[in-house]
């Protein structure tokens, strides 16, 4: 493969990487969350391990828990929003 990746150069290639949602936005499901990041972990509703995607539709939060090694891990969860049926 050659240098440039995903038609930008590698320079700038740092700034499509990391956190793409805030807390409290609402997403929709198959949303990216994150992109190339380990400092992020899968919370609830969310699918991947490099690149987080919400599994459903929601609101975003992030809760920090202690993790085997000892560290502090920052998890990205979607809350589901309600759907309600029409009649």
Known sequence: ???RVGGKSH???RETCGIKVTGGETIKSGAVLTRQG???KAGRNVI???KLTSACAGEI???RK???SGKI???V???PVAVVEKP
Do not use: Q
């Open 1 to 3: 493969m050659g240098g």
């Open 11 to 13: 320079k700038f290639y």
């Open 38 to 40: 380990d400092r992020w």
């Open 48 to 50: 991947g391990v490099m």
């Open 61 to 63: 939060y992030f809760t």
């Open 66 to 68: 202690r993790v085997k």
């Open 73 to 75: 891990a920052t998890f």
């Open 77 to 79: 969860n979607v809350r």
